[in-house]
Structure formats: C-alpha cells, structure tokens
C-alpha cells in the first residue's frame, strides 16, 4: 500500500509506541494502541488514481461524502455566480486531494481560522483553509481545502503557475477535514447531496462548452 509521504513520521512514532510496549510486556495496552496504529497506516494511504476521464468531466477533488450543493457568489477568482460542491471527509477516508482538470494554478492563498466541524457551513468561511485557483482551457475552477475539528495542517502542493493535469495530487489534509470545489456558470453538477466520492474517479460536474 503506498503511503502518503505526510504519513511517515506519524507511522514511526505510533510503531515505536506499540513496539515500546510489546518490550515492556503490557499487552493489554498493546491490544488497545494496535488498532490505533493501523489506523495511523490507513490513513495516509495514497491509493494510485490514474484513470483518465477526460477533458469534458471534471472529477472529485476529495474522498468523502457530499455534504451540499449549493448556487453561491465567487467573485474573487471566478468572477461571479457559482456552484459550490462541498466533500466532507471523515478520520477513514483518503485524505489526498487530487485536481479534477488539467490546467495552471492561477491562485494559491492560506487563511488562517478556527477549527470546526468541517461538515457544518460555517466552516465554509470561519476554518482554517487554502484556496487554490485552477485555470483550464473550459474555464476557472475553485479549489478550498478545509481544516476540521482535528485536522491541524494543511498541504497544499503546487505553486502559482504551475501545470497540472487531471488527477494530479494537489495535497493534503490531517485528520478531519473538507474539500469545496466551485464550478463556474459553464459547470453542470453531476452530484446531489449524500453522493459518495473518489479523488480522481468520480465525476461531479460536466463542462457544458
């Protein structure tokens, strides 16, 4: 299983526990933390997600659960109205975030925040994010990773400028956390509330040009 290069120091420090543990032979302790460790090892996973879907489709930015879709202003990269499809992750899902179009990251910026309850509205606004503007050749696309209760770093790979494709790893997030994604007026979702998503398989909206 191939493990999100995030992962390794949290992975030594949980094995070293459970083996520190096995020395000193307290197994029920060890029972206790072994689940725990590899539950450290699930999630970082980094599943490969090489499909190609295609230039007409644009892809789920996230694993998880939509949790809405929603009509929405976005005049700070878009320009305007908007749809907003927002993934919630939970502590089980994939945490790596993959781009849902080839294109250039036209915009890149952290916002600092609180730490909510990613799956709530207010999160939307009031959490700790990084918002990374996609410009492809069938528009701009709005990417907005999300911290949550838990989750207490952000990655977010790419600089301004830089050429990405379809599927592409844009980052990550620990533990909790949520992806939104805006599609401009030229988007037609293709999900509904309560879908289920994989990052770089699932198709959530189609191009209409």
């Known amino acids: 299983m191939r493990v999100a290069r995030e992962g390794w120091p949290f992975i030594g420090i949980a094995a070293l526990i459970l083996a520190g543990l096995g020395l000193a032979g ?33 892809l789920a930015p996230a694993d998880g659960r939509v949790v809405s879709v929603i009509p929405i202003d976005e005049p700070a990269f878009l320009g305007g109205p908007a749809i907003r ?40 606004t009031a ?38 494709h379809q599927g592409d790893r844009l980052g990550l997030i620990r533990f909790g956390s949520r992806v939104d994604l805006f599609l401009p007026a030229n988007a037609e979702p293709a999900v509904k509330v309560g879908d289920r998503t994989r990052a770089g398989e699932t198709v959530v909206a189609r191009w209409k040009n």
């Open 85 to 124: 499809v927002a993934i919630f992750m939970n502590v089980f899902n994939v945490h790596v975030n993959r781009y849902p179009a080839d294109g250039t990251v036209g915009l890149r910026r952290y916002t600092p925040g609180q730490f909510l309850n990613a799956a709530v509205e207010k999160a939307s």
């Open 127 to 164: 959490n700790e994010q990084s918002t990374i503007g996609l410009v492809t050749p069938r528009g701009r696309l709005l990417m907005r990773q999300i911290a949550g209760l838990v989750a207490r770093r952000i990655v977010t790979d790419h600089p301004e400028g830089q050429v990405v």
């Open 26 to 58: 307290w197994w029920i302790a060890f029972g206790l933390w072994l689940p725990i460790a590899i539950w450290v090892v699930a999630f970082f996973r980094d599943p490969a997600r090489t499909r190609v879907r295609g230039a007409d489709l644009i």
